[in-house]
């Protein structure tokens, strides 16, 4: 398995297909494999270099502990790191609920690195109203419980099966990490710019509200589905990214649809 190594950090990655550079940010408590199981990479591949990596506090990658370890902007210099590493000036990017918000930190503190921006199930007004921190077991449920209500849903399954203390106690340290305004990278941006999010999701309405402020950005709303499944819609949603991506989406444009949900 490929993986960059510094000094102070392992960030482990995979990449498939070719053409131009794809970076997909995966959500909390999720992994890279996430694209792959969702059959993201088979849909990609053909069209894109696909890039995806185990951010850090999540799979193979590094595990710092605290909460201080864990800012926006560390996050964004892992993937400047390695996109230096790999010789890659500047990707397309689809990140989504905690690499959507990933997305608009790389376009505060890194928007040279950014071609277009795809970003679902997160807005620049995201915030967890009360985090928790996890230093025992016994404050797993309480921090799932945290976890339920940022997510504005029940999370479906068990999002900790298979984790350590260690890895869940990282994920708390993400929410409980200094949070910093994003919306100046939002209206500084010279780039395309496209949100989608499930109709069910909570956020739908914080979403909205960022297109309504910046001119420019389009919307899609995916019907039917919530913050834990609008992934699924992978062929909506990649098709979206190839019409931004490709020059077919208008900036600016709106759509809004009913995806045909399937496994894939």
């Known amino acids: 398995m490929p993986v960059f190594s510094s000094a102070t950090k392992e960030i482990y990655y995979e990449i498939d297909g070719s053409g131009p550079p794809l970076l997909l940010g ?11 199981d969702l059959g993201y990479v088979d849909l990609l591949e053909d069209r894109f270099t696909v890039l995806r990596a185990d951010a850090r506090g999540h799979g193979q990658s590094f595990r710092p502990a ?21 010789g890659i000036a500047a990707v397309h990017y689809l990140g989504y609920s905690m690499g959507g918000r990933i997305g608009y930190a790389c376009l505060l503190f890194a928007p040279e690195r950014l071609r277009t921006a795809l970003i679902g199930g997160s807005s620049p007004f995201d915030r967890p109203t009360a985090p928790v921190a996890v230093r025992t077991e016994a ?3 309480g921090f799932l419980a945290a976890m339920n209500g940022f997510a504005g849903s029940s ?8 984790r350590s203390l260690e890895e869940i106690r990282a994920y708390a340290d993400i929410l409980l990490a200094d949070w910093p305004d994003l919306t100046p990278g939002l209206a500084a941006r010279s780039i395309s710019v496209q949100l989608f999010c499930g109709s069910l999701d909570p956020r739908l309405e914080s979403i909205q509200r960022t297109c309504a402020m910046f001119p420019g950005i389009g919307c899609e709303t995916l019907y039917g589905l919530d ?3 609008a992934l699924s819609d992978g062929r909506g949603i990649v098709g979206l990214l ?10 600016g444009e709106v759509e809004s649809r009913s995806p045909e949900v399937k496994p894939i």
């Open 242 to 251: 190839e019409r931004q991506v490709f020059g077919r989406l208008d900036k």
């Open 26 to 36: 995966h959500g909390l408590t999720e992994t890279r494999s996430i694209w792959q």
């Open 139 to 141: 404050d797993v449920p």
């Open 155 to 162: 999370i479906t399954g068990d999002p900790f099966a298979g």
């Open 66 to 86: 605290g909460s201080r370890n864990y800012s926006l902007r560390g996050f964004v210099e892992d993937i400047t790191d390695l996109l230096d590493h790999l």
């Open 227 to 229: 913050h834990s499944t």
